[in-house]
């Protein structure tokens, strides 16, 4: 992967999840820390690092032969 035109080590986290990275607020701290957990781990800069993130709905998310709507849900109690 070549980042800001460098083909050094780097790091892409996607995160995709219902009802948890919805909004510019949730993802800034959510941003926060998983860059503290990566340059720790993978000993990375933050700038050779990058986060994005995917709102995503129940409908979206195959589980269980169906999606993760209520309805779904409901079947399966």
Same mark, same amino acid.
């Given at each position: 992967?070549?980042?800001?035109?460098?083909?050094?080590?780097?790091?892409?986290?996607?995160?995709?999840?219902?009802?948890?990275?919805?909004?510019?607020?949730?993802?800034k701290q959510h941003s926060a820390r &998983? &860059?503290?957990?990566?340059?720790?781990?993978?000993?990375?800069?933050?700038?050779?690092?990058?986060?994005? &993130?995917?709102?995503?709905?129940p409908w979206q998310i195959g589980k269980?032969?169906?999606?993760?709507?209520?309805?779904?849900?409901?079947?399966?109690?």
């Amino acid at each position: 992967m070549v980042l800001s035109g460098s083909a050094e080590p780097c790091a892409q986290l996607v995160v995709s999840s219902i009802g948890v990275v919805g909004t510019a607020e949730q993802n800034k701290q959510h941003s926060a820390r &998983f &860059f503290d957990f990566l340059t720790a781990k993978l000993g990375l800069g933050p700038e050779r690092i990058v986060i994005r &993130f995917f709102p995503l709905e129940p409908w979206q998310i195959g589980k269980n032969k169906t999606v993760m709507t209520r309805s779904a849900r409901t079947r399966q109690s």
